[in-house]
């Protein structure tokens, strides 16, 4: 294999999980750190933390957010799953290679939330997947700056990954006060 081939390998992999964590960030899911690491035994040459749907609706509740439904945290995993190979399509200009897995989880959660999957996905797919790319392109600048911060060192942590993206759960809105002041009367009891 040529250098140049490594360079490029490596450099779509930092782009692809990139477009994993920025776009958690910026949709406010609970995310970790990421990394372009290889994994030799483990098959894997990166990763990014997502937290699982419930617990990204439990963080949501803590600073006070509540929707109608859990389906909201499911479109929004989903988008992040489809962010890393699309980021690598609009970014770059490839198609990604190494995505197998992301697919796996994305079709896992479509099953999760249809009884009459197939109808569904046919729906959803195409709407979910432009509005992934069009966060990939609103949020490029993002994403760019984190992809050199991977090529630079290789992992990032979660609270790095929050300060370069400028986004986090943390940005959560604030609909329903109550839910926030009771999770902090908890925490105080706790304390005590």
Not at 1 to 11: A, E, H, Q
Request: charged letters at 30%; a positive charge; glycine letters at 8%.
């Amino acid at each position: 294999m040529t250098v140049k081939r490594v360079l490029n390998r490596r450099k779509n992999g930092a782009y692809h999980e990139a477009g994993h964590a920025v776009i958690a960030r910026v949709l406010t899911l609970a995310a970790g750190k990421a990394t372009i690491k290889r994994d030799f035994a483990g098959g894997c040459a990166g990763f990014s933390i997502v937290a699982d749907p419930y617990a990204c609706i439990c963080e949501w509740g803590k600073r006070g957010k509540v929707r109608q439904s859990d389906v909201a945290v499911w479109y929004a995993r989903i988008i992040t799953y489809m962010a890393g190979a699309e980021t690598e399509a609009v970014l770059l200009g490839m198609n990604a290679i190494g995505d197998g897995d992301d697919r796996l989880q994305i079709g896992r959660m479509a099953e999760e939330l249809a009884c009459g999957f197939d109808e569904f996905w046919n729906r959803i797919e195409v709407r979910l997947r432009a509005m992934t790319r069009m966060l990939i392109r609103r949020h490029r600048d993002r994403i760019e700056r984190v992809a050199k911060a991977l090529l630079k060192e290789t992992t990032l942590t979660g609270r790095r990954l929050d300060k370069l993206v400028g986004r986090s759960v943390n940005d959560v809105k604030v609909n329903a006060p109550f839910l926030k002041m009771m999770h902090q009367q908890q925490m105080a009891a706790r304390k005590s």
